[in-house]
């Protein structure tokens, strides 16, 4: 893809975890799952909850391997490790989420069952055939979804299952979130309906695309503007780190609007409502031909 830029990609993420942790989002770097058995669970209970809801799908038995492309500071993998026994092969581009996340599977005690790459996801420094089972969990917009399918395919063993947690672009996207999507946070939304073919041609069959946003996008805004007030002041640093405020600067730019710190918090809140008016949230399984 010609706008791919993962040295872009890498320095969104090292800035993000360069600026420290907020106990509103600890360690996680994807969304939240709600639904009736966890309807107050924080941001950081919900999204260990959407991956639960990810290890559930995956079909792997303890001492096979795993692929966890775009592994963010290794959460989920070790999460991943611990629930079913395999071993995981995670990657970032990001080096200060690889330095984290090897530091978080020491404290886990659990580095003999989790092997971290700092390096592109779509160059994987693997065999063909290497992995019994693999999943983009929130990574693959990132990538380009073609060129992303296409590498996984080569190095997961025939029969493998992929999953993949995406945020596709809802029928009604505007140009314009289109344009911020690429240029802020260097990322290539498509709609569901294209997965089909996508699959097909990387030599996947799709097995179902289960659609979550209610559990997902529609609770987002309310969940993160409770967080917002039980944690103000902490939240308050976090979207006055250096990173978040260049985003929000431009966000308010774009929108013609000035830029007043004190109001950063609102910008933000206001920015993932704009995300979640363009976007839903898939979960993909689709299974290596054999
Ligand atoms: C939104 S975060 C999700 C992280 C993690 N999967 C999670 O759920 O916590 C996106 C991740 O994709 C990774 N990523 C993006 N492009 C990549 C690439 N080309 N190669 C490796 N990792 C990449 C980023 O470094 C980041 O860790």
């Known amino acids: 893809m010609s706008n791919y830029k993962p040295e872009k990609v890498a320095r969104m993420y090292d800035s993000l975890e360069d600026q420290g942790e907020t106990a509103i989002l600890l360690d996680q770097y994807h969304l939240g799952y709600w639904d009736e058995t966890n309807p107050n669970a924080s941001p950081t209970e919900a999204a260990d909850r959407l991956t639960e809801i990810m290890i559930g799908k995956v079909t792997i038995q303890a001492g096979e391997r795993f692929c966890d492309l775009g592994c963010g500071v290794g959460a989920p993998a070790i999460q991943l490790a611990q629930?079913?026994?395999?071993?995981?092969?995670?990657?970032?581009?990001?080096?200060?989420?690889?330095?984290?996340?090897q530091q978080l599977a020491a404290e886990a005690g659990l580095s003999e069952q989790t092997y971290f790459i700092l390096g592109d996801a779509l160059q994987m420094p693997s065999e063909d055939a290497t992995y019994h089972g693999g999943w983009f969990f929130e990574s693959i917009f990132h990538m380009g979804h073609r060129k992303a399918l296409q590498e996984a395919s080569r190095i997961l063993k025939p029969g493998a299952t992929l999953l993949i947690a995406d945020l596709p672009a809802r029928p009604t996207m505007s140009e314009e979130f289109k344009a911020l999507c690429e240029e802020q946070s260097h990322s290539f939304v498509i709609p569901k309906e294209d997965y089909p073919e996508l699959l097909d041609t990387a030599g996947f069959d799709l097995i179902e695309i289960e659609d979550v946003t209610d559990y997902v996008i529609t609770p987002l805004v309310a969940k993160m503007k409770i967080a917002c007030q039980q944690y103000e002041s902490e939240f308050l640093?976090?979207?006055?780190?250096?990173?978040?405020?260049?985003?929000?600067?431009s966000y308010q730019n774009r929108r013609g609007m000035e830029y007043v710190e004190s109001e950063a918090i609102n910008y933000w809140i206001q920015m993932l409502q704009d995300m979640c008016n363009n976007l839903e949230y898939a979960l993909v399984t689709a299974q290596k031909r054999a």
């Open 83 to 101: 629930a079913t026994g395999c071993f995981v092969d995670g990657i970032t581009i990001s080096q200060s989420q690889y330095e984290k996340a």
């Open 237 to 249: 640093k976090y979207v006055q780190s250096p990173q978040m405020k260049d985003w929000l600067q």
